[in-house]
C-alpha cells in the first residue's frame, strides 16, 4: 500500500477568512487532522477551520506548555508514532497549527520526527499573528531600510531593546508588566501598540500600548516601532 | 452617495492557492483592482489572482524602483489621488500587494495618504515570502527562544550579522554575491539556504547556500539559521 503523507498546516492567527485555499483543500482532502492540544481542552487551532474540519476524525495532539525538553520531547515522540502508524496505513493527515507553522509552532518538532523516521512530510504555510496584528492597527512591520525583530515574549525581553529594528513581542500575555516597565525605561512606550487575540473571540486592540491592562490573553502581540532616523542625504543620488 | 472604501489585499508569495478567503471575497466584491507597476509591465501580484481580476476594471499604479524619495512621493501622492476620485464615487477598490501588505510593501505609502485625505483604508493580510520560503525548505524560521530578525537585503547587510538570531534577507536577488562572502567571512555559509521565486515559474530551492549562483531573481529569500547553543540547565526545572 502507498504511504500517506503528513501536512502541517498553518490555519492563520485567528479569523476563519484568514485561511488559504491551499489549507481549506487540503483539510478538504485529509483523512485525519491532528489537533495540539495544549491542554484544557484548548484548541484554538480547530476553532478556526471547524467547518473543514466537520465530520472528519480528529486526533487530539497533547503538547502541554512546560519548558522540560525531555518531557516534551517525549510527547512529541508519541504524536509522531500515532501519526506515523496512519501514515503506514495510506493516510493524509494534516495536523493544524495556529498562524504559520514555521514560527514558533509545536507541529515543527512532529515534523523533524516524522521525516526522520522514513514518511512524507510539507509545510503549508498561513499568515503569521504578527502580520494579523499590523493589519488590524493599520500600521506597516517594516518599511525601506527598516529591520524587524521577532521575539518570543516570554525569554528575555530585556536585552533586544537595543537592536536597531522594529520589533514584534509574540504570545506577550503573561510578560505584559515586565514588558511595559521595559519600554517606558527606555522611552519607547509611546511607540508600542498590542493586539490581544487579533481576529478571535475578545479581541482586543491598543493602539497605545500604556492603555493596556495586566491580564491581557496569551495571544498577545506587541509592536514596537523604532524611532526614525532622519534620511541620508546619499539616498537623493540615486534612481 | 456613501464613500468607498481601500483595502489592501495581500496576495502571498506567488501561489494562487495561497491567497486567502478574505483576499478571495474582497477581490470579488471590489469594483477596482489596483495594480502596482514597478515598470516594464511587471505586475506580478496581478498573475497570482488572474481568476479572481478576469473582467474587473484595473487601475494601473507606477511604482517605479528608484531611492529618490520625492520622487516616489509624488508617484504615491498621485495613485492617492486617483484612487480618492474612485472612493469618492462611491466604488471598492482592492489594491494588491505581493506577500503581505506590512512588510516592506508599496501599499503602505498609498495608505496613509488614502487616510490622510479622510478616506477609510483596510490592510487584509497576506502569507509573507519568507513563511512560504521556509515551508518550502521544510525548516522553521525561529523555535522555542530563538529570535527572527528580517532585513531588506539591499541595505547594507553587514552589521546585522552580529545580532543573536535566525536571519531573513529579503529582496536578496541583487546582493547576492555580497551575501556570500559576508555568510563565508562569519562561518555562516553552511547555515545558510536560498529561495528564488517561491510558488511562481522559476522557482529554485537552494538548501546550501554554497550552491547558488549569482544573477538569483530578484525574488529571492535567504535563510540563516544561528548556530544552536547548549540547552541552558535552568530550563529544567520548569514544569
Do not use: W
Not at 512524507?120 to 527598516?146: N, T
Request: net charge negative.
Amino acid at each position: 500500500m502507498e504511504k500517506g503523507i503528513l501536512y502541517g498546516v498553518g490555519v492563520g492567527p485567528g479569523d476563519p477568512e484568514l485561511v488559504t485555499r491551499k489549507a481549506e483543500r487540503i483539510l478538504r482532502e485529509a483523512d485525519v487532522i491532528a489537533v495540539p492540544d495544549k491542554g484544557a481542552g484548548e484548541k484554538t487551532a480547530l476553532r478556526i477551520v471547524e467547518d473543514l474540519a466537520a465530520g472528519k476524525e480528529l486526533l487530539s495532539c497533547p503538547t502541554p506548555m512546560i519548558r522540560d525538553r525531555e518531557r516534551l520531547d517525549r510527547c512529541y515522540e508519541e504524536i509522531a508514532g500515532r501519526i506515523c502508524a496512519l501514515l503506514e496505513a495510506g493516510q493524509i493527515v494534516a495536523f493544524i497549527t495556529l498562524g504559520d507553522p514555521t514560527v514558533y509552532s509545536t507541529y515543527i518538532y512532529v515534523h523533524k520526527k516524522v521525516l526522520a523516521r522514513g514518511y512524507d512530510a510539507q509545510i503549508i504555510p498561513g499568515v503569521p499573528s504578527f502580520c494579523a496584528a499590523a493589519a488590524r492597527l493599520g500600521v506597516s512591520l517594516c518599511e525601506g531600510a527598516e529591520r524587524l525583530l521577532i521575539v518570543p515574549a516570554s525569554h528575555q525581553a530585556a536585552d533586544c531593546l537595543d537592536v536597531k529594528a522594529n520589533k514584534v513581542f509574540m504570545k506577550a500575555g503573561r510578560a505584559i508588566g515586565e514588558l511595559r516597565d521595559l519600554l517606558a525605561e527606555r522611552g519607547l512606550l509611546d511607540r508600542a501598540s498590542l493586539v490581544a487575540n487579533c481576529g478571535m473571540e475578545g479581541e482586543a486592540v491598543y493602539p497605545r500600548f500604556a492603555d493596556v491592562e495586566d491580564g491581557t490573553g496569551y495571544f498577545s502581540v506587541v509592536l514596537v516601532k523604532e524611532p526614525e532616523e532622519p534620511a541620508p542625504g546619499r539616498e537623493k543620488q540615486e534612481g
